[in-house]
């Protein structure tokens, strides 16, 4: 079963600034099946990046996703206010689902 | 516009079984490839994917959890059931229901979810 390991546990940044998450796989996984979401506190998951690259639906291109075989990267270009939030990784292999422990962007 | 919304007991004592519906709309789960899954929460923690069934009605199960969960559907009536035996209070968590579409392996939409208390 795969682990996927999410980094850092909490990223403190001011709005406007960069930030970068790292999902790191426990083995080679497809990019295909890599997933991003973002959850805000009292709400739902939202997706915000399916197959490693592509945006969802609705979701602004400050939102990217990139990586291959065993690490993946969530970056937000500039932060806006409601960015902050926790963003777990999700992987689909063999018929499951993972999701990773989840990194918190939290207003410094 | 696709809307799922679960709905259960709020509250469960230790070794009953919880039901869980999940009642869905804008979709339909006869449409080839299209799944709704079950994915949970307890406070303050992760996301642990929990099952999932697609509609030609093949079934997925979290290994760890696998002989606790049973998930059904009733195509006409828009609906997803998950029951879970034996409930402890570990299994205390909010319970999301989403829809997988046939496009990708992520959950695109999801339920507001629904928090279980396990407790005597």
């Known amino acids: 079963e795969i682990v996927l390991t999410q980094s850092p546990g909490t990223l403190s940044l001011s709005p406007g600034e960069r930030a970068t998450l790292s999902c790191r796989a426990s083995?080679?996984?497809?990019?295909?099946?890599l997933a991003w979401y973002h959850q805000k506190p009292g709400q739902a998951p939202r997706l915000l990046i399916h197959?490693?690259?592509s945006r969802a639906t609705g979701i602004p291109d400050r939102f990217s996703g990139s990586g291959s075989g065993t690490d993946f990267t969530l970056t937000i270009s500039r932060l806006e206010p409601e960015d902050f939030a926790v963003y777990y990784c999700?992987?689909?292999?063999?018929?499951?689902?993972?999701f990773g422990q989840g990194t918190k962007v939290e207003i410094k | 516009q696709i809307t799922l919304k679960e709905s259960g007991p709020t509250l469960v004592k230790p070794t009953q079984t919880l039901t869980l519906t999940c009642t869905f709309s804008?979709?339909?789960?006869?449409?080839?490839?299209?799944?709704v899954g079950w994915i949970r929460q307890p406070p303050g923690k992760a996301l642990e994917w929990l099952a999932l069934?697609?509609?030609?009605?093949?079934?997925r199960y979290s290994p760890s959890l696998k002989s606790r969960l049973t998930i059904t559907k009733d195509t006409s009536k828009n609906q997803v059931v998950l029951t879970m035996t034996n409930m402890d209070p570990v299994d205390t968590a909010t319970y999301y229901c989403?829809?997988?579409?046939?496009?990708?392996?992520?959950?695109?939409?999801w339920g507001q979810g629904t928090l279980v208390t396990v407790s005597s």
């Open positions: 989403a829809h997988r579409p046939y496009t990708m392996t992520a959950f695109d939409y």
């Open positions: 804008g979709f339909s789960l006869s449409t080839s490839g299209v799944g």
């Open positions: 069934i697609y509609w030609d009605d093949d079934k």
């Open positions: 083995q080679s996984v497809s990019s295909s099946y």
């Open positions: 197959g490693a690259s």
């Open positions: 999700q992987h689909y292999d063999n018929s499951l689902w993972t």
